[in-house]
Structure formats: structure tokens, C-alpha cells
């Protein structure tokens, strides 16, 4: 097994069955140089350490310890077992070198490397050895799998007049397999341009036809019936958490700005829901990092939230005043992701933006946070990840879509179409 495994998931050495698991010792001396990290790799480096040490008390790792169906080993290596090509220096060569070793003491034992470096398994399948990935955090098999929040469903033409009367429309279980705040688009079986677009609660529970928000929210008005869909979701104060995933300039960011905007600062009483704006990203640099940033920590934060300031100023007709006096007054909020631990958010709006970005691990730790009468919005492309550990079927925003799809409390929608701008929609198409 090598190191990356073991950063990714500490319960690795739980998850294969009828095998026997063997960690490189020079593993272990990897894993020491990340446990004082204060990421979830750090998390993962503690965590196995802790399990090993614990199951020291059952037996001796050199000789093998039960665990599951079969025994875990902590194994050295024989330095000339690996060909003179390979730097015997290099520690993936000598977590290869105890592969060979392996295979060396017993021909009859089927020797499998779990490695998530992709080069480790081309140089493995160089020198012969079986070389798997390790692909247990995968949340959906294939990204097309992912829960899109939108169904199109046929039905009779009286169903959809039924919809625009008002009158009480039900979906059958048998015939319908849907999900809480699943949106729907009826449509005519005999006019397929006749059609009525309607959010599911549950089988018990007639449709809602969706608002069009013609008057629009904070200035905003929807472009696109996913647009609107989304508008629904942020408005509704029975859901306290939404997902929304689209392309670059598909407008995701700005809605939830707008959103938390109105239910903060509206006209009315009855929209003042929320007493705050909470804004934050996960400090994930494209390309090249420049370093560390001076100042206090809303300083640090400022280049990293630039996209986010951009858009409340758009909202706020570039009243920088009335922005600067919100943000003095705590009324807005730029707050960092890395000290959120520890605190209890009660009675806000919270926008989580590029939160393709965060881990399973990191996006719980945010979720936890959130206390009575909170909203929270998770934002994100997950088209474009940032984080090396990360891909498209095991970010933390995925895992959320995913676990999330069958709770009341909880709506998704997927942006399909980009409003920014017709170059900006034919880069995220064509690029």
C-alpha cells in the first residue's frame, strides 16, 4: 500500500477484503512528514498512526496482526531486488523494492500494489507487478451519474392545465421515482411545447408550480428555468441547505449573493429573515502560488474573494459606502475557511463559493458549523477543481450532492446554460 493511500483515507487498511495488507516501512517515515499538517492529509497521517499504534497491543506488525479477514504487516525490503535503473534513494522506488521482495518470498502469493500515483503504476507495470488505484472515496462512479436536481417527465395534457389552475396535482410512486425538492418539468404528451414547471416535496404533497420572479430578487431575474429553480431554492426558508453546480458565468455566485442580499437588507420585515452575510471560498491558487500575503486576516482573504467582491458591488449599484458600512457593521462578512472550526454560525446567510474545491473531510467541518435559523449555499464548478487531491467524482461538493439528494431539508440544481457573456459561455464549452 503506498503513502497516498493512506493520506487519502485512514480506513484504507479496513477496506479489503480476504487479502493481506503490508505497508512499506519507508511508508511509515512518509507519513510522519505530514502529520503536522493542519489539512486533511495531517488528519488522515494522525489517524493511521493512532490505528497502528493501537493495534501494536494485539501482536507484533513485523509478524502480522488480525485485522478483518486477513493480517497486516509492516515489511522492509531487499535492496537488490530492484534493477540497477531505479535509485534505491528514491522512496517510491523502495516502496516498489518491498513489492518485489514481496512477490521474491513467496511465488504463490498474488503481490497487488495499491497506488494512486499514477507513474508509480507505470513504472509497476514495467517491472511486472500488479498495480491497482485506490478509488474508495469516489462518490458516483461517473460524473454523468451525478444528481441533477431536474427531471422532464410526460404526462397528460389536463395534468399540466391542472398546474396553471392551481388545482391539486400528485405524483404517483409507482409511475414516478423522484426525490424531496426534485424540480419537475411536466410536459404534454400530445404538445410537447406545452409544459409547466413544478418543484416536488414529497407523494403526499400536491406540486408546487415555481415562481417566474419576473420582479427579480435584489435586481436579479432569472434568464433560464434552472436560474429560476435555483431563485426558488434560496428564497425558500424550509431549506436550509443548497447545492448549485454550473459552468463558469452560469450564475450561480451572483444569484446567492442577491438572495442572501434580500433575505438580509429587503424592504419588508417578512424578508429580513437573516440577521447576516457570510462569504467564504477554500484558498485554492490557479496555477502557481505567490506565497504568503501580508496584513490582518480580511487583507489575506480580499485577493482570494476578489470574484465575490466583484459581484457585491455589481448588486449594490457600486455603492461602495453602503458596502463599506455593512462590512464595518459585521452585516457582511468575509470570513476565512481556516477559522471556522470551533464556531457555531446561527441566523445568517453562508455562501460557500468553488466549494468543488474543499475535501469530504473540509465540507463537514463547514456543515457542522451552521446553527439554528443559518442557511447555507454551496456553490461550485466542478469542471474546474484546483485542489491536486481532488477530481470531479470525489470532491466534497459531489459527496454533498450526493448524500444529501433524498433530505426534505436539502434542494440541488445544475446550472446548464452560461449567462455571462458569449465568449465566456464558448470557453467553458470549447476549452
Not at 427531471?151 to 414516478?176: A, C, H, N, R, T
Not at 424592504?267 to 485554492?284: G, L
Not at 476565512?336 to 467541518?365: V, Y
Not at 440544481?413 to 458569449?422: A, D, F, H, M, Y
Request: negative net charge; glycine residues 6%.
Amino acid at each position: 500500500m503506498d503513502t497516498n493511500v493512506l493520506l487519502t483515507d485512514s480506513n484504507a487498511i479496513s477496506n479489503f477484503e480476504n487479502a493481506d495488507i503490508a505497508i512499506p516501512l519507508k511508508v511509515l517515515d512518509e507519513i510522519d512528514k505530514h502529520k503536522k499538517r493542519q489539512d486533511s492529509v495531517g488528519m488522515h497521517a494522525r489517524s493511521i498512526i493512532r490505528k497502528l499504534d493501537e493495534l501494536r497491543e494485539k501482536g507484533n506488525l513485523f509478524e502480522g496482526i488480525d485485522v478483518d479477514a486477513g493480517k497486516l504487516y509492516v515489511k522492509g525490503y531487499d535492496p537488490f531486488k530492484l534493477p540497477d535503473d531505479l535509485d534505491i534513494e528514491n522512496p517510491d522506488n523502495q516502496i516498489i523494492a518491498t513489492a518485489l521482495s514481496l512477490k521474491a518470498e513467496d511465488k504463490n502469493n498474488n503481490v497487488v500494489l495499491i497506488s494512486r500515483d499514477i507513474n508509480m503504476r507505470v513504472k509497476c507495470d514495467a517491472l511486472g507487478i500488479e498495480c491497482e488505484d485506490y478509488s474508495n472515496d469516489q462518490v458516483v462512479e461517473d460524473i454523468e451519474g451525478l444528481y441533477t436536481g431536474l427531471q422532464e417527465i410526460l404526462v397528460d395534457d389536463q395534468i399540466v392545465d391542472s398546474v396553471y389552475k392551481e388545482e391539486g396535482v400528485f405524483l404517483d410512486p409507482d409511475e414516478f421515482s423522484l426525490e424531496p425538492n426534485q424540480f419537475v418539468m411536466l410536459i404534454s404528451n400530445s404538445n410537447d411545447k406545452k409544459s409547466a414547471l413544478v418543484r416536488f416535496t414529497n407523494y403526499e404533497t400536491r406540486v408546487q408550480k415555481v415562481d417566474s420572479f419576473k420582479k427579480g430578487i435584489w435586481g436579479v431575474r432569472p434568464k433560464n428555468k434552472e436560474q429560476n429553480f435555483a431563485l426558488d431554492l434560496l428564497t425558500d426558508p424550509d431549506i436550509p441547505l443548497v447545492t448549485i453546480i454550473g459552468k463558469a458565468g452560469s450564475g450561480k455566485t451572483l444569484m446567492a449573493l442577491a438572495c442572501g442580499l434580500q433575505q438580509c437588507f429587503g424592504e419588508t420585515a417578512n424578508d429580513r429573515r437573516y440577521s447576516r452575510v457570510i462569504v467564504t471560498k477554500p484558498v485554492e491558487p490557479v496555477g502557481k502560488d505567490i506565497g504568503f500575503l501580508p496584513g490582518t486576516m480580511e487583507e489575506k482573504m480580499m485577493p482570494w474573494v476578489a470574484p465575490i467582491q466583484d459581484n457585491l458591488k455589481n448588486l449594490m449599484g457600486n455603492d461602495k459606502v453602503t458596502l463599506d458600512m455593512y462590512m464595518d457593521e459585521g452585516k457582511i462578512e468575509v470570513e476565512a475557511m481556516t477559522f471556522i472550526r470551533g464556531r457555531s454560525i446561527s441566523n445568517a446567510f453562508i455562501i460557500i463559493d468553488e466549494a468543488q474545491n474543499m475535501t469530504k473531510h473540509e465540507i463537514k467541518t463547514v456543515l457542522t458549523r451552521v446553527g439554528e435559523g443559518t442557511k447555507i449555499v454551496l456553490t461550485g464548478d466542478i469542471e474546474q477543481i484546483d485542489n491536486v487531491y481532488l477530481d470531479e467524482t470525489s470532491n466534497g461538493l459531489t459527496y454533498v450532492i450526493d448524500r444529501f439528494k433524498d433530505q426534505a431539508c436539502a434542494g440541488h440544481i445544475t446550472l446548464v446554460k452560461g449567462e455571462r457573456s458569449k465568449i465566456a459561455t464558448l470557453a467553458a464549452r470549447l476549452l
